[in-house]
């Protein structure tokens, strides 16, 4: 099972960036997919969620209207789309796969929000 995350780096307040997970090993469209990450010294939070088709999602209300999670089925890939980028939204971000009891993480890809 491998979650590969994509996209992060650096960018300017007010900027966007394109988070990308590829999934492999496992049944990607049969699996709920989140994003989560994790500031320095904080705890690891949701960001967003996705449901296996893709129809319901849920995001932190401190995303709502900024961020968008979307996912391709056919590419086994979950998409974060940030927009209006804080300062405050520095952190690791990483994906998850969870069904059931299973569950896996993405090793993380860095944001920096900075002028």
């Known amino acids: 099972v491998q979650l590969v995350e994509s996209g992060g780096g650096l960018v300017q307040p007010g900027g966007s960036l394109r988070l990308s997970c590829a999934a492999s090993?496992?049944?990607?469209?049969?699996?709920?997919m989140s994003w989560y990450r994790q500031a320095p010294g904080k705890e690891r939070e949701l960001v967003a969620a996705?449901?296996?088709?893709?129809?319901?999602?849920n995001y932190a209300d401190s995303m709502k209207g900024r961020f968008t999670i979307s996912r391709d089925n056919a590419k086994s890939t979950v998409y974060l789309q940030m927009n209006s980028l804080k300062p405050e939204d520095t952190a690791v971000h990483y994906c998850?796969?969870?069904?059931?009891?299973?569950?896996?993480w993405g090793q993380g890809t860095q944001v920096t929000v900075s002028s």
């Open positions: 998850h796969a969870a069904r059931g009891t299973d569950d896996y």
């Open positions: 996705i449901s296996s088709a893709g129809g319901r999602t």
């Open positions: 090993g496992f049944t990607f469209s049969s699996y709920r």
